[in-house]
């Protein structure tokens, strides 16, 4: 479904446009990321759960190149990494509701950006992550091998390969249209690809039909954050039609409020007005982080060449 090509199409100069916009937005935000989290809003399973796909971004951002990074990219980098050094300690050292995984994924993320804190080996070996057990989705086994591949850790015998996780993964989810389901689909993707960083290890033009076909019916919704990571995804599985692509483009950017940030599926503009001040940030924060942050991810990912299928 997808070439191929260096030519910036016109949906990538519109992903530009937003991307200037949000990568403004959650670099101002950042410490919310981080400890004022726990000011204003209830406590995490893990601590540094959010700043985690601050990290991640940030990551995305480095693979241009020298040269080619976004000249914001550094200054949210920077934001990003101050927040997450601000909840390390927080975060804790003893595995929590969300396991020592997170933790290890935390520390390796710093450690891919040049700041590293500590060992993951000496973390791994004192709190061994858990295979997910019967019964769970296959993506948490999928992301668990994600997290040690980042980490450079060996995966225990049990946990079985990114093939025939990935295959799991897509018998599951792939499907089903509900929303459960189309977020299993995305964190498929992303997690057997390292967020596009490598090709899918299964049938790419199998997947560009199922992410098409779920981007139409989340735009049909206006659902800008599953929109948003379907179009990152299909961007890597190849490309969605270009029209299709296009449409979220313009519809992400129409969306976009004026200090950068879009509104996630919680958001309501009559909640909004009826606060002020902090308790105003703090709402905006709450509901737009999410959607803001996967929306630069899709927009820095668009102006890469679509997989060959």
């Known amino acids: 479904m997808g070439t191929e090509t260096g030519t910036p199409t016109p949906q990538h100069g519109t992903a530009s446009g937003v991307l200037d916009g949000a990568l403004a937005w959650l670099t101002d935000h950042a410490p919310w990321f981080g400890t004022r989290w726990d000011e204003h809003f209830p406590p995490r399973d893990f601590a540094g759960a959010t700043v985690l796909e601050l990290l991640m971004l ?35 050292d003893a595995p929590g509701p969300a396991g020592p995984a997170h933790r290890l994924w935390l520390l ?11 060992t993951v080996t000496a973390l791994a070996e004192r709190h061994p992550p858990a295979v997910p057990g019967p019964g769970t989705s296959p993506v948490h086994a999928l992301e668990l091998r994600h997290v040690l591949g980042l980490a450079g850790l060996p995966a225990p015998p049990e946990l079985p390969g990114t093939e025939p996780l990935y295959d799991a993964c897509v018998a599951e989810h792939a499907g089903r249209t509900g929303e459960y389901d189309a977020y299993g689909v995305t964190h498929t993707v992303l997690y057997a690809t390292d967020f596009g960083a490598r090709p899918l290890p299964g049938d790419a033009s199998r997947m560009a039909r199922v992410l098409t076909g779920l981007l139409r019916a989340y735009l049909d919704e206006g659902h800008l954050d599953l929109a948003a990571e379907l179009l990152l995804c299909a961007r890597i599985a190849g490309g969605a039609d270009p029209g299709l692509e296009r449409r979220g483009w313009e519809e992400l950017a129409a969306a976009q409020r004026p200090d950068g940030s879009l509104p996630g599926p919680p958001f309501d503009a009559a909640v909004l007005a009826g606060r ?4 105003a940030t703090a709402y905006v924060f ?8 996967v929306t630069a991810m899709a927009a820095a990912r668009a102006g890469a060449p679509a997989a060959r299928p």
Not at 60 to 84: D, F, S
Not at 286 to 293: D, G, N, Q
């Open 286 to 293: 709450r509901t737009c982080y999410h959607t803001t942050l």
């Open 108 to 118: 390796a993320l710093l450690a891919d950006l040049g700041r590293p804190t500590g």
């Open 58 to 92: 940030c990551r995305l951002l480095r693979r241009g190149g020298p040269g080619t990074a976004h000249p914001g990219a550094a200054r949210l980098e920077r934001a990003a990494v101050a927040a997450a050094l601000d909840v390390l300690p927080e975060a804790g």
């Open 276 to 279: 002020a001040g902090e308790r």
